[in-house]
C-alpha cells in the first residue's frame, strides 16, 4: 500500500485539488491512499477559514481523499517554515510521499534550494541583508543569489511553501519523498479561471454572493450548498474587541512582533479606529501584510509566541474512507501519535475547542453558538 500525503487547506475545495487527486493516483496507481493534512478553521494566511472545516473535510472525502486529518491551529497560523515543519513532523507518520504544488514543479531545484536555505554559511549572510533593511523574503532571495543560488524560486507562492516542505523533510530526515506536480495557474487570482481556478478568486465570489457552479468538483459543490460562510469581515468587531482590551505584556508576548512591531500594533490598536487603519499604520515595507494579518489572529485567540513554538501532541481526524483506515492503523503502530483522533484531556485540546467557539464570530449570516465543534461527527464514507 502507497500512502501519499498532501498538506492543505481546501479553502475552498476546487477543481485543482481533485485533478491532484487524479494525478497521483495515475502516477502511483489507482489503490494509492491518500491522506490530508488541513487547516482547521483558521488559514496560513492569518484568516478564518471561509467554510467549517468539517464541511472541507467532508468535502475532500467525497471527492477521493481517504483521510483528513487536522492541522494544530499553531501550525496552521505560523510562517510557511513552521507551517511546513508542523505538517511534514505529522505526515511522516502516515505516508510514504509528500504530494504538492508548485509553480516550476521541479524536484531537483526545489531540493537544491532548501539544502543552500540549509546549509551554515546561509544563515550570516542573511543577517548581514536584513541588517540593511530590506523585508526577510527580500533578505533571503539576495543571501541566495550571493551565494550563486538561482533565487527565482522564492518569488513564486507554492514554489516558497515547496521549498519549506523539502527543508522540512530534510531536517527531519524522514523516509517521505518529495513529489512536486506543476501548478498552472495565478494562485492569488482574483478573477475565477474555469480550467485553473484560484481559491482566492472563489472565496472573492462567495463573498459576492455568486454561484460556484463551473469550479467545483460535483461532490463539493454539493457539500458547500448550504454551508454557511464565514468571513474576515464578519469577525471584526470582535477581533478590536480583544485588542482594544490588551494590555502591553499581553501585546509583547505575541507571535511576529521583533523590533518592537509588537509596540507599533499595540499603539495603533488604542488609535484607530478600524482594523484596515491598524494595520495600515502598523505596515511598513520590512514586514508583509500577511505576517500582521497572523499576528492579529493570534492576538483574537490569545496565542503567545511560546504558545506557537509548542509541539501537539496528538492527531485529530476529521474524516476517511474505508481506504483509509489502514493508514490510521500504520500512524498508531509507529507510537509518534498514541491519540490519534481520541480526546485527550491534553490542555492544547481545550484551547482548539475555544478558538472553534471564537471561529463561529466570523459567520457572515449571524454569529454561531458556542459549542458547535463538540456537536460535528468524525466524517465517515463507505
Not at 10 to 38: A, S
Not at 74 to 82: H, N, P, R, V, W
Amino acid at each position: 500500500m502507497k500512502t501519499v500525503g498532501i498538506i492543505c487547506e481546501y479553502n475552498p475545495f476546487h477543481l485543482g485539488h481533485w485533478k491532484q487527486f487524479e494525478h497521483i493516483r495515475r502516477k502511483c496507481g489507482p489503490d494509492t491512499v491518500i491522506v490530508c493534512l488541513m487547516s482547521g478553521n483558521y488559514v496560513q494566511r492569518g484568516m478564518p477559514a471561509v467554510f467549517d472545516k468539517s464541511f472541507r473535510a467532508r468535502a475532500a472525502i467525497d471527492c477521493g481523499a481517504d483521510l483528513v486529518l487536522e492541522l494544530p491551529t499553531i501550525y496552521a497560523l505560523s510562517s510557511a517554515e513552521g507551517f511546513a515543519a508542523g505538517g511534514v513532523r505529522i505526515l511522516s507518520s502516515f505516508c510514504d510521499a509528500l504530494c504538492f504544488g508548485s509553480e516550476t514543479g521541479n524536484e531537483k531545484a526545489l531540493i537544491e534550494t532548501a539544502q543552500a536555505l540549509l546549509s551554515p554559511e546561509f544563515s550570516p549572510i542573511l543577517r548581514k541583508h536584513l541588517e540593511s533593511g530590506c523585508s526577510f523574503p527580500t533578505a533571503r532571495q539576495q543571501a541566495l543569489q550571493e551565494m550563486g543560488i538561482d533565487a527565482s524560486l522564492l518569488s513564486r507562492p507554492n514554489d516558497i511553501l515547496a521549498v519549506e516542505y523539502c527543508k522540512a523533510i530534510l531536517t527531519l530526515g524522514c523516509d517521505m519523498m518529495p513529489m512536486p506536480i506543476r501548478r498552472d495557474g495565478n494562485y492569488h487570482d482574483i478573477s475565477a479561471d474555469s480550467d485553473h481556478p484560484s481559491a482566492t478568486s472563489l472565496r472573492q465570489l462567495l463573498q459576492e454572493g455568486k454561484a460556484l457552479d463551473g469550479y467545483l468538483p460535483s461532490a463539493a459543490a454539493a457539500v458547500f450548498q448550504n454551508a454557511p460562510i464565514h468571513t474576515h469581515q464578519a469577525g471584526e468587531r470582535a477581533i478590536l474587541s480583544q485588542l482594544r482590551r490588551m494590555d502591553d505584556p499581553e501585546f509583547e508576548a505575541l507571535p511576529y512582533g521583533a523590533e518592537g512591531l509588537w509596540r507599533k500594533l499595540m499603539h495603533a490598536s488604542r488609535s484607530c479606529g478600524t482594523l484596515e487603519e491598524i494595520l495600515a499604520a502598523t505596515k511598513s515595507k520590512r514586514y508583509t501584510r500577511t505576517r500582521l494579518d497572523r499576528m492579529v489572529m493570534c492576538a483574537y485567540l490569545g496565542i503567545t509566541e511560546t504558545l506557537l513554538q509548542s509541539t501537539v501532541p496528538y492527531v485529530r481526524v476529521l474524516g476517511f474512507s474505508d481506504a483509509g483506515i489502514p493508514a490510521l492503523k500504520k500512524a498508531r503502530e509507529t507510537g509518534l501519535f498514541p491519540h490519534i483522533g481520541e480526546k485527550t484531556g491534553d490542555p492544547y485540546e481545550k484551547l482548539e475547542q475555544r478558538w472553534d467557539d471564537l471561529y463561529g464570530l466570523f459567520c457572515h449570516s449571524a454569529p454561531a453558538p458556542s459549542g458547535q465543534s463538540a456537536l460535528r461527527r468524525v466524517y465517515i464514507r463507505k
